[in-house]
């Protein structure tokens, strides 16, 4: 039987969804990585400047990179791995255009202010969705569950 989760635990497992999931060495589609260079400008060379080598922002290049080796725990590694597969089987449930947007900035690793600049939107209104998208993912799996047991 599948783990319950409420819908408070569900919104911090999509806040979290892209740290646990670069944690296990999975590929996450980042909405900051332009190219394969790891560049913040893709069309550079047409320009007609000089490329730099990589990027020389020390944040940009941490955001940029690839997680390096990290060790984690046996019991976290499962917990992390029960988590992203519950996110990715109840993200279908949610069917609104813009809630699906926001949901999947959010689980590109966007923090919700940048999302509202995305969208139009303010912060807040990008939290209640993403309260509103929890909720309806809890909901629908213990529904699920209910209808297995019966």
């Not at 990589?54 to 917990?79: C, F, I, S």
């Not at 995305?118 to 807040?124: A, P, S």
Request: aromatic share 6%; charged share 25%.
């Amino acid at each position: 039987m599948a783990k319950q989760y409420t819908a408070v635990q569900v919104y911090e497992m999509v806040d979290r969804y892209y740290q646990m999931k670069t944690s296990l060495g999975l590929a996450v589609v980042s909405p900051y990585s332009v190219d394969q260079k790891n560049t913040m400008v893709q069309d550079y060379d047409n320009l007609g400047m000089p490329r730099a080598q990589g990027v020389g922002d020390p944040t940009a290049r941490q955001a940029l990179n690839p997680v390096h080796e990290m060790v984690l725990p046996e019991r976290m590694v499962k917990d992390y791995e029960v988590k992203v597969a519950f996110i990715d089987e109840w993200e279908h449930v949610i069917t609104k255009q813009r809630d699906r947007a926001v949901l999947h900035w959010r689980l590109s690793g966007l923090k919700p202010i940048n999302i509202a600049e995305l969208e139009g939107i303010t912060d807040r209104h990008v939290r209640r969705i993403l309260n509103d998208v929890a909720k309806k993912m809890s909901e629908m799996s213990a529904m699920s569950e209910m209808s297995k047991v019966s």
